[in-house]
Structures are given as C-alpha cells and as structure tokens.
C-alpha cells in the first residue's frame, strides 16, 4: 500500500473551519494510515524529491499540489483594512478604509474577505458562503443605485458535506455537526 502524505503550512487540517472539524478530519485521516505534517511549506520540488522549509527533504512517486485559500495579490495593494491579508468588511459587506469607515458601494466577498457569525467565529470560506454574500451584494446594490439604504448582510448559517474516505464524512446541519 503507498505511502500519502499530506503537508500543511497551517497548524491544522481545514484551518478555516472550527478546531473540531479539523480534529474530527485528521483523526479519519489517521485512521487510513495518512501522514500529517503542520506547519511546513514546500520550499522546492524537483523530478521525484521535495524540500520543506526546515530543509527536509522527501521523495516522492507522485505529488498532487492543492493551493489552498490565499488573498489575490491585488488585495495587498489596496488601502483597506486587512486580517491575515484578507479584506475586512462591514456588516453590509462593504471593504473598510484604513480609517476603519466603509466605502461606498465597494463591496468583497467569498475569499477575498473575512465575515464572522454572531458568535464571532469565521465564516469558513466556501462557495456556498461567495454566492450568499453575492446574492447580498446585488440586492444592496440595487438599492444603493435605487436611492435607498443598504441593508446589513446576516451571515448564513454554514452548513457543510466535507468527504473524508470511503463512504465516511463529516456533516454540518442546522448547528450540529455529525461524523461517520
């Protein structure tokens, strides 16, 4: 039976999602003899070996590269309120100014800008969070050039099919999560 490996530069697996998915993922993972390595980059890749940043060196038959979630570099450049080089955004899903103001009628959304739930907690980024706030956005633009206020965005409950090997997944529905 080959050998996976999986490298992750985060600390965990799904780092946008909560702790315990993660946890609930790696534990799967294990359980299928797959190898975890946080917290490493890949720092070169040749013909059939790779280098990670501590300097390490592995081989490898076949590499699958996933680029993961990362800003598009035109959002460093921009005069607006970052987290973690994501765009911040104000309940109506405006881009902050440095000032901490909204601009109007600039919005973000999906993965270029960072939206929490009432409890605080981040909005993992995922398609279905980028066409809720799209639907939310062009509902407050359309108001915007009707002459009325915009509206603050409630952010969705996050409901979610993570598959994690043969016929065993981890599912968020309605605020519980279930595993198996």
């Known amino acids: 039976c080959p050998e996976i490996t999986i490298i992750q530069s985060a600390n965990r697996l799904l780092p946008s999602f909560p702790e315990n998915i993660s946890q609930l993922a790696a534990k799967r993972l294990k359980e299928l003899g797959i190898l975890l390595m946080f917290g490493r980059r890949v720092k070169e890749v040749h013909k059939s070996s ?21 800003p598009h570099a035109v959002i460093e450049k921009l005069p607006a309120q970052k987290e973690n080089g994501f765009l911040r955004v104000s309940e109506c899903l405006e ?18 800008s960072t939206v929490y739930d009432y409890e605080g907690k981040l909005i993992p980024w995922t398609a279905q969070k980028a066409i809720d706030e ?25 409901r979610f099919i ?19």
Do not use: M
């Open 134 to 158: 799209g639907g939310k956005i062009a509902h407050n633009l359309f108001r915007a050039l009707s002459g009325n206020t915009i509206k603050v965005c409630v952010p969705q409950t996050v």
């Open 162 to 180: 993570i598959p994690v090997g043969g016929k065993w997944a981890i599912v968020k529905l309605n605020g519980i999560t279930y595993a198996g």
């Open 95 to 112: 881009v902050l100014s440095l000032k901490g103001e909204p601009y109007k009628e600039i919005f973000a959304l999906g993965d270029a």
């Open 50 to 70: 790779l280098t990670l940043d501590n300097g390490e060196k592995r081989s490898f038959d076949r590499l699958f590269w996933t680029g993961g979630i990362a």
